[in-house]
Structures are given as C-alpha cells and as structure tokens.
C-alpha cells in the first residue's frame, strides 16, 4: 500500500512540474514575440527616411501595426493558458476522482469478502456440529436459527449486488399499486425475529397505497432497518404518516448519528464513514447506495439527519397513488 501511494505521489509531481514547464515555456514564448515585435517596430522605423512628405503616416502605420500584433499575441497567450489551466484542472479532478474510486473499490472487495465468507463459515461450521454431535433440542434449534440468520443475511447481501448490477445496465421495474404500510410493516416483523434482543418501535398509518415495485421497496426497508440495526444497540423507532399526496417514511435509531460532513457522502456506492464505530460494523457501502437510487426510482426524496436526543433519522418521502 505505502509503494502504490508513493507511486501516485510521484506521478503527481512528475505531473506538477510538467505543468509548471509548460506556462514557464508559454510565457517565456509571448515574452520573445512581445519583444521580437518590437525590435521589428523599431527597424522598420529606422528604415523610413525622416525627410519623407508622409514620414509620420508610416510611423503611424508601424505603431498600428505593432499593437495590433501585441494584441494578437496577448489573446492567443491568454487562450492557450486558459486551455491549458482548465485542461489541467479537468485531468486532475478526474485523475484524483479515479483514485478515490479506485480506493473505494478496493475497500469495498476487501468488505465484500468477508461479509461473504462470513455467513458462509458460520453456516458451515454449525452444520457441522450437528452432524458430528448429537445435542438437545434447545442447542439444534438455536444452531438452526443461527444458521437461518446468516443464509439471509447472504441472501440479503447477493440481492443488494444484483440489484446494483442491475440499476447500472437497466433495471425492468415491475410497477403495480402496493399497499406500503402492509409492505413495512411485513419488514419490520422480518428484523423483529431476526434480531429479538432489538426493540422496534413501529408507528404506522393503515392502508396507505403508492405505486412501486415491491422486491425493490422491500429491499429499501430492509436497507434502512439493516442499517438502523448495525449502528445503533438500543430502540429502534418507524413511523408511517400520509397527506393527501405523499407519504412520509421515518426510521430513527438511537446510535452515534452522522456527521454533517458526512450525510451527503454515506449515499455514494461503496462509501462507508471513516469512524471506528462504522469500520467495526458489517457492510460493503452498498445498502444506503441503493436505497437512494430506490426512492429517486419511485420520484421520491430521501434525507438524514441527526435527532435531537441523539441518533439518526433518514426520512423519506413517495407520492402516493
């Protein structure tokens, strides 16, 4: 890591100083022009016999000349450095955009690996213990239930790379009227039994109708409770308000909240806060990602924001039917 970060400082001084030599050279190219133009002026003048009846015509005709030249040259400096300054801007932004991506790539195989393998490992290593020991029906039924959990939570993590694959290609949505309440409140009693030491708090309108695709706002709740689990160890509150055009989504946990620095950053693809509290927590970057891309999908709005006892809010809004 420290050779590949030395090979980009290095890259990025080499380009520096290429650029600094290339406005040393324009510069250096108007100065000569400038005073090669005078030095012309200057000759010609001498050229031109003072007892001339039009001597000062011509020496009028060769200042002319002279600052119509100096302004050719200052315009075409100032075009070419404006290139050249804009040109270096555009390659720098995106040649540092890469990196970042680069990186965030790189974060994201090195998470993705892990959250994979896993479930996988806890999986198997439960399977094994039963088929190897014979254990009483409260330690199998755990053992089962512990394994259930970590098949969804794979189950889970493929749906949320599928999907992303999917949104970037083309993503045939399936639209049909959905009543959401019925939608949030099934997801809510999924993550209730997932994690029964969790107290989820829901507060819901009934009947409340939107039009959408239901594996996609299905994955959009589960998102946002998955998130709302990982980051805070307390309650967990929903709420499900409607007014006469939309209605109004609200998870709010009790965690450490999200920086204001940050709130923008956490719907980018692969990005995860730099805390130690989120690098401790499971993810690959890709849930918050894809529940923003969801709501713009259904022509809703998303928003965080921090609650005033502490915690955090995403509140999202969807047109109804």
């Known amino acids: 890591m420290k050779s590949k970060s030395g090979k980009i400082k290095f890259i990025f001084i080499v380009y520096w100083v290429m650029l600094a030599y290339i406005i040393a050279a324009l510069v250096w190219w108007f100065i000569a022009l400038y005073l090669q133009n005078m030095e ?7 050229d031109i016999d003072s007892s001339a009846v039009n001597y000062n015509e011509q020496i009028l ?110 993503y045939s949505r399936t639209i049909e009227i959905l009543n959401i309440s019925e939608l949030l409140e099934n997801s809510v009693d999924e993550f209730k039994n997932k994690y029964p030491s969790r107290e989820f708090l829901p507060v819901m309108e009934r009947e409340v109708f939107i039009k959408g695709d239901n594996l996609m706002l299905q994955l959009l709740f589960s998102n946002l409770l998955d998130n709302a689990v990982k980051y805070s160890k307390s309650k967990i509150y929903i709420t499900l308000n409607s007014s006469s055009k939309t209605c109004v989504i609200k998870i709010t946990d009790e965690g450490a909240g999200i920086p204001e620095e940050e709130r923008n950053k956490i719907f980018e693809k692969n990005y995860r806060m730099g805390n130690i509290a989120t690098k401790s927590a499971k993810g690959t970057g890709l849930g918050l990602y894809l529940t923003k891309k969801i709501v713009i999908a259904h022509k809703g709005k998303i928003e965080v924001f921090n609650n005033e006892s502490g915690g955090a809010v995403f509140s999202l809004e969807l047109p109804l039917v």
């Not at 012309?40 to 001498?46: D, E, F, L, S, V």
């Not at 020991?133 to 039924?141: F, H, P, S």
């Open 61 to 170: 005709q060769i200042r002319t000349f002279e600052k119509r030249k100096n302004a050719q040259y200052i315009g075409e400096g100032i075009t070419f450095l404006l290139l050249i300054a804009g040109s270096a801007i555009y390659i720098f932004r995106a040649a540092r955009r890469q990196l970042r991506q680069s990186e965030q790539q790189q974060h994201f195989m090195m998470a993705i690996s892990h959250e994979l393998k896993t479930p996988v490992a806890v999986s198997k290593l439960n399977l094994e213990t039963i088929l190897k020991r014979n254990l009483d029906e409260a330690t199998l039924k755990k053992l089962i239930e512990n394994t259930l959990q970590e098949t969804n939570r794979l189950n889970s993590l493929c749906n949320n790379l599928l999907l992303a694959s999917q949104m970037e290609t083309g």
């Open 40 to 46: 012309m002026a200057k000759h010609k003048i001498n």
